[in-house]
């Protein structure tokens, strides 16, 4: 069974600027996940998606970032303009109806960098 | 602010030691509560769950401890590898909280 897909693996960009990351979760997973993880924490939810419909995005700072899920089935986290704080890693997660109860399975994350 | 958080940072134990990573809550009425583990340069991969009727659960090599009298769980490692090293996060639902994490490393 293919893992979670995400990409870049790693972007480096300066303030002000904009990246966008894509996420293709593991097939028939309804869930998604896109979590912040800063180095030395742990991951922060950032925004849940339920198919194409949004769950919970109260910590999606929505001045600078936005996300889609369009079809539910892949997704794109976008950041414009980018600041310093925002480097991070950016996690995609994914989990199904059958799933244990808080069983995700991650991808490998994008690093992003901002000069 | 985070309702989950870990003891230690850091870890360092023997290779074919068990070790014991500890982790409080705050939130009582928490019902459910997974382990983490994320190696360098990876998500992280669930290990084990426990809910909150249950003071024990058993895994491979892994025992995760629940003690709701003083909001406190641990994660037991038997016989402890090399390839344990890694950041492990005691996490609560819904949705998933992660506390800071403790660096687990094994010494050969």
């Known amino acids: 069974e293919a893992g979670v897909a995400q990409s870049p693996r790693y972007k480096i960009i300066e303030k002000r600027q904009s990246v966008a990351f894509w996420c293709n979760p593991i097939?028939?997973?309804?869930?998604l996940y896109w979590y912040q993880q800063i180095l030395g924490q742990g991951p922060k939810l950032l925004i849940q998606?339920?198919?194409?419909?949004?769950?919970?995005d109260s910590q999606l700072p929505k001045d600078r970032f936005s996300a889609e899920r369009l079809k539910g089935v892949d997704s794109t986290l976008k950041i414009q303009p980018a600041k310093l704080e925002d480097s991070a890693v950016y996690l995609c997660?994914?989990?199904?109806?059958?799933?244990?109860?808080?069983?995700?399975?991650f991808g490998e994350g994008s690093r992003l960098t901002v000069l | 602010g985070e309702s989950v958080g870990l003891h230690l940072p850091t870890l360092s134990v023997q290779e074919g030691d068990n070790s014991i990573i500890n982790c409080a809550y705050s939130n009582s009425a928490s019902d459910y509560f997974i382990w983490y583990k994320q190696e360098s340069g990876k998500g992280p991969q669930f290990i084990i769950d426990?809910?909150?009727?249950?003071d024990k659960r058993q895994g491979q090599r892994v025992t995760v401890l629940l003690n709701k009298t003083v909001k406190h769980l641990s994660l037991q490692i038997a016989a402890t590898q090399p390839g344990d090293s890694a950041v492990y996060f005691c996490a609560e639902r819904e949705p998933l909280v992660f506390g800071k994490g403790t660096r687990l490393s094994v010494i050969a």
């Open positions: 097939s028939g997973h309804a869930t």
């Open positions: 998606f339920q198919n194409n419909g949004v769950v919970d």
């Open positions: 997660a994914s989990s199904s109806g059958t799933s244990r109860a808080g069983e995700l399975f």
């Open positions: 426990i809910r909150s009727n249950m």
